[in-house]
């Protein structure tokens, strides 16, 4: 069965600070895509990035960043200098093969303190 | 443009009532989706129409309705919903449905409360 793990339910942390928000996914699909969106107070899900299985180099744009670890199953995102702006809920998703459907995860909510 | 529209914001509505949502999208998307969330909880996948035509009811109590007039413009038709119902509405779009690595573009969301 496909999942999307999420561990850390809430993590907060101090402006400036570097914080790493963690996904690990599960799949028998040798072909996937992994997303990540951003859940803001005002409730639109932004998307963030796509990856696809096979591409397994880090990414990076502005102070975000995402490691890709296809040994561990994971897709982790990182956020450096971080910013009240910051502030919301995070979901890591997994695009099934079969059907379309995304599956996501629980979601982690950053609270960025000034 | 990655935009979609979603009209209300909010809506409060009493059980008897019935009212609509509706989402707007001109990327020239062929596939748009209804989701469901709840507080505190990932968005739960409703509806999926592909080209005009329900691909997806994901065992969707039949109060409520949706309808897909043309490519661009998608609705959630609501009767007789239950306090339970009260969430976060949204619609997303993608250019197709059964692409793998199509992405998902979400509008603001309705948020919905049933009294």
């Known amino acids: 069965a496909q999942k999307v793990t999420q561990a850390q339910t809430e993590i907060s942390v101090v402006e400036k600070e570097d914080v790493t928000l963690d996904c690990v996914y599960e799949t028998r699909d040798t072909t996937y895509y992994l997303f990540w969106y951003k859940q803001p107070p005002s409730g639109e899900l932004v998307f963030l990035i796509r990856r696809n299985s096979f591409d397994e180099q880090n990414e990076i744009s502005g102070r975000y960043s995402w490691n890709f670890q296809k040994s561990t199953s994971s897709f982790n995102f990182t956020i450096t200098a971080s910013q009240v702006v910051d502030s919301a809920v995070y979901f890591c998703?997994?695009?099934?093969?079969?059907?379309?459907?995304?599956?996501f995860g629980q979601g982690t909510e950053l609270s960025v303190k000034p | 443009d990655t935009e979609v529209t979603q009209t209300p914001k909010h809506l409060v509505m009493g059980m008897t009532n019935k009212k609509s949502l509706k989402c707007e999208q001109h990327?020239?998307?062929?596939?748009m989706y209804w989701y469901k969330q709840k507080a505190k909880k990932p968005p739960e996948l409703m509806f999926v129409?592909?080209?005009?035509?329900?691909?997806i009811n994901e065992s969707v109590p039949s109060r409520f309705s949706p309808e897909c007039p043309n490519s661009s413009l998608l609705n959630l038709h609501l009767h007789a919903l239950q306090p339970e119902d009260s969430a976060l509405y949204l619609c997303?779009?993608?250019?197709?449905?059964?692409?793998?690595?199509?992405?998902?573009?979400f509008g603001p969301g309705t948020r919905l409360l049933v009294l």
């Open positions: 997303a779009s993608s250019l197709l449905y059964r692409d793998l690595q199509e992405t998902q573009y």
């Open positions: 990327m020239g998307h062929r596939a």
């Open positions: 998703a997994l695009r099934e093969n079969q059907g379309g459907k995304l599956i």
């Open positions: 129409y592909s080209y005009e035509k329900l691909s």
